[in-house]
């Protein structure tokens, strides 16, 4: 498993700490790589991609965003209302998190949050912060996160590799997110038990939007959420781009 593969699963380990959709998998090479998306999409993601696929439930956060900060959206695509709705919130976490943002620029509130919110995690865990660096915090942070995660599941961390430790607490996580499911997870893989959340998790998804899924093969249920969300984000008055809109 080389560095950028490494990475990548021990950013997944460490975001099991709060709510998550699926790990996503991707080759390289002989090796599957995997990343974990939060349910919290990361401040400053954006919508380039020509298919535009909104990964993590972002659509209902999209949804509530503008309903919630009253957003304006009429004539607007669908790139211009994502940057309001993540201004906004960025604007409304830095308030709770007690940041003055007045004549700041979004990426100067960014960075504040992100430091407020990493300093409360050291303190939370108990890692001293004099004369130590951002990046050394950090690396602290997520060590101390793993651990946390590993000893919940009960791994045993003793005489173990981060990178180790990192990938039976992915593979933990989604052998329990199989099991939530109701996916039987005997015999299984775990690239096997991903492809089935992922199945899993589309149905769930299309049955909140009141999609019919008896007896429909899998892109079928894709292609009717995509349609059902475009029909949303139209009604609002979004200019929308060419191609899927996905929740998952």
């Not at 080389?2 to 996503?24: D, E, H, Q, R, Y």
Request: hydrophobic letters at 30%.
């Amino acid at each position: 498993m080389n560095k950028k593969i490494f990475t990548m699963v021990l950013a997944g380990a460490l975001a099991l700490g709060g709510g998550m959709s699926v790990p996503t998998f991707a080759k390289e090479g002989n090796q599957h790589s995997t990343q974990m998306e939060t349910f919290k999409e990361e401040h400053g993601k954006r919508l380039t991609h020509h298919h535009c696929f909104l990964k993590g439930k972002t659509i209902d956060s999209l949804l509530k965003g503008i309903e919630t900060y009253d957003l304006q959206t009429e004539g607007k695509t669908l790139n211009e209302v994502w940057k309001e709705y993540r201004e906004a919130r960025l604007l409304d976490e830095a308030k709770q998190l007690g940041i003055d943002t007045e004549g700041k620029t979004s990426k100067e509130v960014l960075k504040e949050v992100k430091r407020t919110k990493l300093m409360q995690e050291a303190e939370k865990y108990g890692i001293r912060t004099d004369g130590k660096s951002m990046e050394e915090i950090r690396q602290e942070v997520k060590k101390a996160k793993l651990y946390k995660k590993a000893d919940e599941y009960g791994i045993e961390t003793s005489g173990k590799t981060m990178r180790g430790i990192a990938k039976e607490v992915r593979d933990a996580f989604i052998i329990e997110k199989a099991k939530q499911l109701g996916v039987d997870t005997e015999g299984k893989s775990i690239h096997e038990l991903h492809r089935l959340i992922h199945e899993q998790q589309l149905i769930n998804e299309a049955k909140e939007l009141g999609i019919n899924t008896e007896g429909k093969k899998i892109n079928e249920i894709k292609k009717e959420i995509s349609d059902t969300l475009k029909a949303k984000l139209e009604k609002l008055g979004i200019i929308l781009p060419k191609g899927k809109i996905t929740n998952n």
